[in-house]
């Protein structure tokens, strides 16, 4: 999902593969009101699925200007103000990433191409431990992170879960994903595997705090953790993920509090022919039965209308999304199957895919961005 034609502002529901997959996803939104008050966002189906958008929302939070607002793993939106990066930030390989992770700039962390080498089923992780100042006379703290999912992800679904698996692969997308205990199965092991996992380190005890699911690769996300405050001058953490899952391009701390929501509905659909699409915005309009359905090149234009903001206000908007997708199958996954068991899930197959990931990522990623499906 993007405004204009060039700022990617959100990728929604990126992992909600199949019907009983659907799910909300809020994304923060450096989009602005247009001059006659509107909030406008063009939607996209750029790659090889089917989209079942089920529900758009805009959400509003008024603060102070020296707040930056985001989304926490609870689904609320915190204010941060005051935010400190990191004084240390070690990796897993004794990396120092403590500048590269000082500032939103582009600059991301890779896992060392020692420890991805030596990934197998038993150990596969990659973590980084981060030292933050804590803001003085704070009530609340929260880590700020702003991320992405590399490839790998991609690897895991698109290679080794349908296109090593052949004709197969029709019947996991078919029957696998759509019964609800193989599903369930598949979701538990996802969340308990992937994603990025928050610790408080304590002496030499790491206590787990936040948990966040995966992103996708295509937009980064802004993203709060609201920690205990240690009442101490800096506060101890370990961002623990499998490795090379993530690109991390920000880490920060601040002083937080959990402001106001305002929602505000769809207020129009204007599809790609610049004409009134009433039908899209009643299957758009409220999380229910009725579904927008988009196919690979296929865009409209979301709109909605805020209250206008008082003199001297400032305010963030946040793009709730909900929804689900279906993959399309390659013609060169059925011609050229590697394993013809059912796929089943694994630390095995974990370990397969990063290993896959490692050796193929550079043409993977070069490819990833050539291959989007052009809109029309």
């Known amino acids: 999902m993007g405004i204009g034609v060039h700022r990617v502002e959100a990728e929604g529901f990126s992992y909600s593969i199949a019907s009983l997959f659907e799910a909300r996803d809020v994304d923060r939104l450096r989009a602005t009101a247009q001059p006659d008050g509107s909030v406008r966002l063009e939607v996209r189906n750029e790659a090889y699925e089917t989209h079942y958008l089920n529900h758009l929302e805009l959400l509003e939070v008024r603060h102070a200007p020296d707040e ?147 992103t996708g690769p295509v937009a980064w996300k802004d993203l709060a953790v609201v920690l205990p405050n240690p009442h101490q001058d800096s506060i101890r953490l370990r961002l623990s993920y499998v490795a090379d899952n993530w690109r991390i391009d920000r880490v920060a701390l601040g002083a937080a509090r959990i402001p106001a929501v305002r929602t505000w509905p769809l207020a129009e659909v204007i599809g790609a022919d610049d004409r009134t699409d009433t039908t899209a915005l009643r299957s758009l309009s409220a999380p229910d039965a009725r579904y927008l359905v988009t196919s690979p090149g296929q865009r409209f234009t979301a709109i909605w209308r805020p209250a206008p903001a008082r003199p001297g206000e400032t305010r963030t908007f946040l793009l709730a999304s909900q929804g689900y997708y279906t993959e399309w199958i390659r013609q060169g996954w059925l011609a050229a199957p590697r394993d013809t068991m059912p796929f089943r899930p694994s630390n095995a197959v974990l370990a397969n895919a990063v290993q896959r990931w490692r050796v193929e990522q550079d043409s993977l990623e070069v490819n990833f961005n050539r291959t989007r499906v052009p809109v029309r």
Do not use: C
């Open 68 to 214: 930056f607002v985001l989304r926490d793993p609870l689904e609320r939106s915190v204010a941060v103000r005051d935010l400190r990066p990191a004084t240390r930030a070690i990796d897993r390989a004794g990396h120092d990433v403590t500048d590269l992770l000082a500032s939103a700039d582009g600059r991301v962390t890779r896992t060392d191409s020692v420890l991805l080498a030596g990934a197998d089923a038993k150990d596969f992780e990659d973590h980084i431990d981060l030292t933050l100042p804590v803001p003085r006379g704070a009530d609340s703290v929260a880590l700020v992170l702003r991320l992405r999912n590399s490839l790998l992800n991609t690897v895991l679904l698109y290679d080794i879960v349908l296109g090593d698996r052949g004709a197969r692969s029709l019947d996991w997308l078919g029957q696998t994903t759509q019964q609800v205990g193989p599903a369930l199965a598949l979701g538990q092991w996802y969340a308990g595997k992937m994603g990025l996992r928050v610790l408080v380190l304590e002496g030499d005890s790491a206590r787990e705090v936040a948990h966040l699911r995966d």
